[in-house]
């Protein structure tokens, strides 16, 4: 699993402060104020993510219907 699928899956786990310590190991010397940035951006990847699956589901169950 690559970096993004490490911190999808922590994200989504709800170990926040394990995801910051992978973005500090991956960029060292990065600052709080970017490391909560890369985690915003993340979190709105995953909300979106999901919000496409239920989009799908919805329009595969109304062409079903």
């Known amino acids: 699993m690559g970096f ?5 899956s922590l994200l989504t786990a709800g170990n ?7 973005i500090a190991t ?3 010397g ?8 890369y985690i915003n ?4 990847l995953i909300v979106a993510r999901e919000a496409l699956r ?3 589901k919805d329009r ?4 079903q219907s």
């Open 4 to 8: 993004d699928g490490q911190m999808i």
């Open 16 to 22: 926040i402060a394990q995801a910051k310590a992978l």
């Open 26 to 28: 991956k960029y060292p």
């Open 30 to 37: 990065i600052s709080r104020y970017r490391v909560n940035m």
């Open 41 to 44: 951006s993340y979190r709105r």
């Open 54 to 56: 239920q989009a799908q």
């Open 60 to 63: 595969l169950i109304y062409h």
